[in-house]
């Protein structure tokens, strides 16, 4: 295969300040030139914003460097899918119509170059977290999304920022690897080798770059978060790698 694959995800586009975010979009778009060359296709695997919600004729505003970039790939024939994330579910089908990419709302499995991925962005899987796993069946809803449209946009964006400012995501600080029987989504990848083989299991959500060899040719890979690592992986048509962009290299 003459090109490459990418693979990356949580951006958080909108936390913890405009200005850092703005800084980190820059950073995001340098990255996206240097892959572009010898790009075949390109994973976002979600939490690309921290918060996103479309109104019928209202999108939040912000970060058009980056969707004018990602408009411009697929211009240029590069597929594009996003991911809808925990920070991001609310997306419907605006970069669809405006910027040609695909939406994927849950797991996605390829085939490429005869290797098996299991792709998803990584909320709700594995064991525990059932208070989040309910609350996500209720903002995933019909329901929930029409509600939430009624509220006025500045009323709405302003909400969803607020609570922007309290995530996970606005403390930057780096995650801890928990030892692989205690990582839920190596556990719920073992879980589906049970079922079918993969060779390749790609998560974001965790906010922790990390591969792990689960045997018999399957690797669990997490393609972290650009807060701290500024990490992705790249499947060159025979092995997948996690790597980190550093544009002062």
């Known amino acids: 295969m003459a090109k490459k694959i990418y693979f990356a995800s949580d951006f958080h586009l909108g936390t913890p300040s405009y200005s850092e975010s703005r800084t980190r979009e820059a950073r995001i778009v340098s990255w996206l030139n240097f892959i572009e060359p010898d790009c075949s296709e390109l994973f976002l695997m979600g939490d690309v914003f921290d918060f996103w919600f479309e109104y019928a004729t209202v999108v939040p505003k912000g970060f058009v460097r980056l969707q004018g970039k990602l408009a411009a790939m697929t211009d240029a024939g590069i597929k594009i899918y996003f991911f809808k994330g925990n920070h991001d579910m609310w997306v419907r089908d605006y970069f669809t ?3 040609g990419m695909e939406i994927i ?14 792709l998803h962005h ?16 209720i903002f995933r809803s019909k329901v929930c999304q029409w509600l939430f449209a009624r509220l006025h946009p500045n009323l709405g964006i ?6 922007s400012r309290g995530s996970r995501a606005a ?6 690897f928990l030892g692989e029987d205690k990582e839920w989504l190596a556990i719920y990848a073992k879980e589906q080798l049970q079922q079918a083989h993969f060779d390749y299991f790609i998560f ?4 922790l770059p990390l591969d792990i060899d689960l045997g018999n040719g399957s690797r669990y890979v997490n ?3 650009w807060l701290n690592y500024n990490s992705y992986g790249v499947f060159d048509g025979q092995d997948l790698k996690l790597e980190y962009y550093n544009p002062k290299a």
């Open 97 to 99: 119509r405006e910027i």
């Open 105 to 118: 709302s849950d797991e996605l499995i390829i085939e490429r170059s005869g290797k098996k991925f299991y």
């Open 122 to 137: 990584g909320d709700g899987l594995g064991p525990g977290d059932n208070k989040y796993k309910f609350l996500r069946k």
């Open 158 to 163: 302003g909400i969803a920022n607020s609570w």
């Open 171 to 176: 403390q930057t600080e780096k995650e801890v």
């Open 204 to 207: 974001g959500h965790r906010h």
């Open 223 to 225: 393609i972290g978060e």
